[in-house]
């Protein structure tokens, strides 16, 4: 159907069509009410070895799990997955090894989980019994579970698709609800910003995007504000409001916030939210256009963050923008050459409108200042340069002091999200000299384009703030087939990195 502003719509959600449920069991496995059983197994010699928490399996098995596997052509390998019809000996139909690698780790373990659900779409209920030593093993296995359950199903109307499975039982003591629960709620944040990314941009604009913001406000208690088209030129917003005027669908910037009674530093996170990005005027080659629905990652990733905060309370208070238009070429667009000026009243020259992403940011990032941040972040699907430097799954991390460049690369290693320190040398800021303007949005040396954009996102945070960059433009979206608990489309990327981020600095890691 059409809106009234012309636009194709239809009455489907923004959301998943499936919600998978996990809950902890502490029944035998040879008994276990399950369709199918996933277990670990790491390499051994020229076979494999079970992992911990597959005994009475192999008991019910006669001792022969192993050999069996190993005829099968397991090898443990990280993110192997192997199938074994029980044939009766279990009460399961179907048994699942994961490959864990030689030495797993946590990020492993989600993964393996991960792999391992996700190949079981079409059954309903799945028992998985991976190594769980510890809250924090649960957690990785029930988090790397959930997340590799994900589907986006929500514009398929034909019944051949596989249904992901519907309920997880973790064989896990029942001590550890808390680790469950924490898993619950990061998958949550992860699902929604994957479900915005891979929502089509017809049916997701600026001001639908705000709107979603609206409704998980409502939800988790956050506080927001939303600045509407009139209210951003009146206020100054030149960045947003020049990226957004060659659009039918006018620009937002949403402000968020959770505050804890007790909380002594303030985080603010910054996200862009391009919700569809042509190029503008400098129009992007249209093989280059076809995923551009999920230039609005960064702010997806700062709503996730902001509601998986809402809901575990770290004593930080945390303040989120998100930075929201739609980059469209027309008559009203702005021209290469235009000048804007940024909240704060710093003039750009834009010389190429496909730079635009850090035309919005800087608005927010100036903005940021009259909140006080002990740290400042900010997070994007910035350039493409990013990756070609560090690839499509390597977040690149920028930062004005190396301390905390640092923390923030090792706080998304502990959150499961692979990152790169990256420099930003001075001698990058005099190629984007303007002979015009206070400062360009790009630079006339091709070289360098991430860390240039960061150079260029640096000139716009309040003077004596903490702050870092996180350029997820690769990381953001998989292009490719999936893996671990990564599926094809929306990744939900840097999410649960920001959620890191807000406990280190309750913590004081940060």
């Avoid at 000048?339 to 927010?364: P, Q, S």
Wanted: aromatic share 4%; glycine share 12%.
């Amino acid at each position: 159907m059409l809106d009234p502003k012309g636009r194709n719509r239809s009455p489907v959600g923004l959301t998943s069509c499936y919600v998978t449920s996990i809950s902890l069991d502490g029944t035998d496995l040879a008994s276990i009410d399950a369709d199918a059983i996933v277990i670990g197994v790491a390499p051994a010699g020229t076979g494999v070895a079970p992992a911990a928490g597959s005994e009475d399996l192999d008991r019910a098995l006669d001792g022969r799990l192993a050999e069996a596997l190993a005829a099968l052509g397991a090898t443990g390998k990280a993110g192997e997955v192997t199938k074994l019809p029980a044939l009766g000996a279990v009460a399961a139909k179907l048994i699942v090894a994961a490959g864990l690698g030689e030495t797993p780790s946590a990020e492993d373990v989600r993964r393996a989980a991960g792999a391992a659900v996700r190949s079981l779409a079409g059954h309903a209920k799945v028992a998985v019994a991976l190594p769980a030593a510890s809250a924090d093993d649960v957690e990785a296995v029930a988090l790397g579970a959930l997340l590799g359950a994900y589907s986006f199903d929500s514009y398929r109307t034909g019944d051949e698709h596989k249904s992901p499975v519907v309920e997880i039982r973790l064989l896990a003591p029942a001590s550890e609800e808390a680790a469950v629960e924490r898993a619950r709620t990061l998958a949550a944040s992860v699902t929604l910003v994957r479900d915005l990314v891979n929502t089509p941009p017809s049916h997701l604009c600026p001001e639908d995007l705000a709107g979603e913001a609206e409704r998980v406000a409502g939800e988790t208690g956050l506080a927001i504000e939303v600045l509407d088209e009139k209210a951003l030129v009146e206020g100054g917003y030149g960045g947003i409001a020049g990226v957004g005027q060659g659009s039918v669908n006018p620009p937002r910037l949403v402000r968020l916030a959770y505050a804890h009674p007790e909380a002594a530093k303030t985080l603010v996170l910054v996200g862009k939210g391009i919700t569809f990005d042509s190029g503008g005027l400098s129009l992007k080659p249209s093989e280059a256009m076809d995923w551009m629905k999920s230039d609005m990652g960064g702010a997806a990733a700062v709503l996730g963050a902001l509601a998986a905060i809402a809901r575990l309370k770290p004593t930080v208070n945390v303040v989120g923008y998100m930075t929201i238009a739609e980059n469209m070429p027309s008559g009203t667009a702005q021209r290469p050459s235009d000048v804007l000026r940024i909240y704060g009243g710093k003039t750009v020259e834009v010389l190429n409108t496909d730079a635009e992403g850090r035309l919005v940011m800087a608005d927010a990032l100036v903005r940021a200042g009259e909140d006080s941040p002990d740290l400042l972040v900010d997070v994007a699907t910035l350039t493409g340069a990013q990756l070609v430097a560090l690839g499509t799954r390597t977040t690149g991390i920028m930062a004005n002091d190396d301390d905390v460049r640092e923390k923030v690369v090792a706080a998304a290693g502990r959150a499961g999200e692979a990152s790169w320190g990256m420099p930003l040398p001075a001698e990058l800021r005099k190629g984007l000299d303007s002979s015009v303007a206070d400062i360009a949005n790009i630079s006339g040396d091709r070289w360098g384009g991430m860390l240039v954009a960061g150079t260029f996102l640096k000139e716009f945070v309040p003077d004596g703030v903490k702050w870092a960059h996180l350029d997820i433009a690769g990381p953001a979206f998989n292009k490719g087939e999936p893996y671990g608990y990564t599926p094809k489309g929306g990744t939900g990327a840097a999410a649960r990195t920001l959620v890191q981020i807000a406990e280190d600095l309750a913590d004081g890691v940060l």
